[in-house]
């Protein structure tokens, strides 16, 4: 017979997962067991308090569909996902931010300079810029997957007004690295509300909104893949992000374009902001 006591607990659960063959899991498994445990040693976690817990993941899996998935806005809003974000990123290249949760795979293939302003209202913004490697030089197999909201806030998946390929593409760089995409200025916008964290929010008075925000993920072949965001320095809730993905690197100021050579040259008929974004990508780990 095991005797269980409070001071072999821990050591005999992890011992639990001895059969798993795979190292890192089992480690993993390990890890978590010892810091739940740590945790409600330390905190002398009572009943009601454990019951509350387990109450507030019933209520995330009850609001969970395959659209919408509250265990992944915790991740966000408790700051997990931006600190495994952050934990990949090496110094020199550009980091990454969350992902969120209206990436939709099969954006429609376009080619640069890409225009994705079709009857979209908003103001017209020009995104350039480049794909690198850390020596500087153009990385022109890399491709680039683009989404955002549209002027109301909203990303197509919330809004039956949008087309479901409304504000997104995915494109691959020109021969020297380089694209050029037309677009609206993003706006900002609430994180979901309705679910258990939402009243979380409510109690500890944070703010649910995030900064306006371009959405972009960098692939090209032996390098590491990077999934970011990028900002508009002039938003008010830059310093408030609900889920922490602001990084400086990755605010870009907006300037005004007036040029008539270009604006013919883009098609259009008034004045624009513009906005650059170069992308440093770090090689694959080996
Ligand atoms: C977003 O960028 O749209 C987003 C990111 C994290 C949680 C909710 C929304
Ligand atoms: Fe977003």
């Known amino acids: 017979m095991k005797n269980i006591h409070r001071d072999n607990l821990t050591a005999v659960v992890q011992h639990s997962f001895a059969g798993i063959s795979d190292e890192r899991t089992r480690h993993l498994l390990e890890q978590l067991v010892g810091h739940l445990h740590a945790f409600a040693l330390q905190t002398k976690l009572t009943h009601d308090e454990w019951r509350a817990g387990l109450g507030f993941l019933h209520e995330a899996a009850h609001i969970t569909t395959d659209s919408r998935s509250e265990f992944s806005l915790m991740s966000d809003?408790?700051?997990?996902?931006?600190?495994v974000d952050l934990m990949s990123s090496r110094p020199g290249t550009t980091p990454g931010s969350v992902l969120g949760p209206f990436h939709a795979r099969g954006s429609p293939w376009m080619t640069t300079p890409v225009n994705l302003l079709a009857d979209n209202p908003g103001e017209v913004v020009l995104l350039h810029g480049s794909v690198k490697d850390e020596a500087g030089q153009p990385i022109t197999n890399a491709t680039i997957d683009f989404?955002?909201?549209?002027?109301?806030?909203?990303?197509?998946q919330q809004d039956p007004e949008q087309s479901q390929d409304n504000l997104?593409?995915?494109f691959k760089?020109?021969?020297s690295g380089c694209f050029e995409l037309l677009t609206i200025r993003p706006k900002p916008y609430s994180i979901p509300t309705d679910g258990p964290i939402g009243k979380l929010?409510?109690?500890s008075g944070r703010s649910h909104w995030r900064p306006a925000h371009f959405h972009i993920?960098?692939?090209?072949?032996a390098y590491q893949t990077l999934v970011t965001e990028l900002f508009d320095p002039e938003d008010p809730y830059l310093d408030s992000d609900a889920v922490f993905g602001v990084r400086q690197a990755l605010v870009t100021a907006y300037q005004p374009q007036n040029n008539a050579a270009d604006?013919?040259?883009l098609g259009l008929s008034q004045p624009y902001l513009s906005a650059e974004f170069s992308v440093v990508l770090p090689l694959a780990r080996a």
Not at 77 to 83: A, H, M, R, Y
Not at 147 to 156: F, I, T, V
Request: with cysteine; proline share 0%.
């Open 77 to 83: 809003v408790f700051g997990l996902s931006s600190l």
């Open 173 to 175: 760089v020109d021969a």
């Open 168 to 170: 997104r593409c995915q």
């Open 201 to 203: 929010f409510r109690a």
């Open 217 to 221: 993920i960098v692939e090209a072949a």
């Open 147 to 156: 989404w955002q909201n549209a002027d109301n806030g909203l990303y197509w």
């Open 263 to 265: 604006m013919a040259r």
